[in-house]
């Protein structure tokens, strides 16, 4: 049953994921895979549960019910020992840059080197250095969090999630905040480390430009339920209200459209 995914190239299979609040369903029996090497990026109106959805991928909420396999392996199944392989296998780059404010900004980047990386401590420095310069903070490295604009904390956060090079990357939302030759700077990073290191991303996003330039599938979520799943191509001759207000983008209309 498991070897199905893991043959048609799937990395990651979600199926019939319910995900709760106390009584209340955000996420509604969601089924998706998301193919090896892939971008694959979620779509949605703010408070759709797209966090959600990636909180629950990364094992650090459980599910209330349904399926979330890595490698055709459930991991609510797993004991605490699997789950954190698991997790060391990728990066997550939350919506908040999720920063230590009491370390530097290159202690930060530095974590998951020194945490789990059977990193050669000598390498670790130029290995933070070159991060923090592929998002364009080479200068940063001895700063303090709290003396960042919040654009640049969030691409220090960026560079935290790559630190380990880990098969798996989970950005939720990470051109938010950055200017329009940044945000176009992280797309070629994130092409560019698909194509060299065949990293597999997950992306929250709401800039079509990048969306366009960098999106293998899309998933797009309306009120905690997957209303569209393909390419952007399929997406944007899509019949689908929701899909084509998003691609059409009367984006006024569609991110103050609140769900409950
Ligand atoms: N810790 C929590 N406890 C209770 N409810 C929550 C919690 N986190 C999120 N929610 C609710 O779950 C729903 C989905 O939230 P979520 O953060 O996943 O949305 P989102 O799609 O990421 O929105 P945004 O685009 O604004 O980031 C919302 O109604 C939100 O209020
Ligand atoms: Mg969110």
Do not use: W
């Amino acid at each position: 049953m498991s070897g199905n995914h893991t043959e048609n190239g799937a990395i990651i299979h979600v199926k019939d994921l319910v995900a709760k609040y106390g009584d209340t369903t955000v996420l509604d029996h969601v089924t998706f895979d998301v193919a090896r090497g892939n971008i694959f990026v979620i779509l949605g109106a703010s408070g759709c549960g797209k966090t959600t959805l990636l909180k629950h991928m990364t094992g650090l909420i459980p599910a209330a019910s349904g399926v979330i396999e890595y490698g055709g392996k459930n991991i609510a199944g797993m004991d605490e020992e699997e789950l954190a392989l698991m997790q060391r296998g990728i990066g997550i780059a939350f919506q908040s840059s999720g920063l230590f404010n009491s370390m530097t900004v290159g202690e930060n980047v530095a974590l998951p080197l020194v945490e789990y990386g059977e990193v050669d401590p000598r390498l670790i420095d130029s290995i933070v250095r070159l991060k923090l310069s592929l998002v364009g903070l080479a200068n940063a490295q001895h700063k303090m969090p709290g003396e960042l604009s919040g654009g640049m904390r969030k691409r220090a956060g960026l560079a935290r999630a790559i630190a380990l090079d880990p098969p798996i990357v989970f950005f939720d939302e990470p051109s938010a905040g950055l200017d329009p030759i940044m945000a176009s700077g992280l797309d070629e990073l994130v092409l560019n480390l698909k194509a060299l290191l065949g990293i597999t991303f997950v992306i929250v996003t709401h800039e079509l430009d990048s969306i366009r330039k960098v999106a293998d599938q899309v998933l797009m979520l309306d009120k905690g339920v997957v209303i569209f799943t393909g390419t952007v191509e399929e997406a944007e001759n899509s019949e689908h209200d929701r899909v084509r207000q998003f691609f059409e983008r009367r984006p006024d209309e569609f991110m103050t459209q609140r769900n409950i």
